[in-house]
């Protein structure tokens, strides 16, 4: 069993930036590629990013490709979000996931973590 904690959500204004983290436990970290979801206020959820096993690659949605930037630490047992330029509709409820595949769905996540608020202001 996985647990997932993400932080760093909060307010910000748009243009401004953000970096939210997801510290795992109870597994082996560098099994799972890692992704990023978010949800927004009546809306589906929806993907964000995704990195592969090492690192080496990452998958980007593309209403974020350029602004957003995934990484992760194995050794840290963390993957990051970097979130620049941000916008009104980057507002959303932010989700790290441990997944068996690696590509721009959920079919493959396996844990989930509980999510952190971010809110972007105009």
């Known amino acids: 069993q996985v647990q997932l904690v993400e932080s760093g959500g909060g307010m910000v204004q748009a243009g401004g930036s953000l970096r939210l983290s997801c510290a795992a436990s109870?597994?082996?970290?560098?099994?799972?590629?890692m992704d990023w979801f978010r949800q927004a206020p009546g809306k589906e959820r929806e993907f964000v990013a995704a990195?592969?096993?090492?690192?080496?690659?990452?998958l980007y949605a593309d209403s974020v490709n350029g602004r957003f930037t995934i990484s992760r630490d194995n050794a840290k047992n963390t993957v990051y979000l970097r979130m620049n330029s941000l916008k009104p509709e980057d507002t959303a409820v932010y989700y790290c996931?441990?997944?068996?595949?690696?590509?721009?769905?959920?079919?493959?996540?396996?844990?989930w973590g509980q999510g952190t608020q971010v809110t972007v202001s105009s």
């Open positions: 990195v592969s096993w090492s690192g080496a690659s990452t």
């Open positions: 109870g597994g082996t970290f560098s099994s799972y590629v």
């Open positions: 996931a441990a997944d068996k595949s690696f590509n721009r769905g959920s079919i493959g996540v396996v844990y």
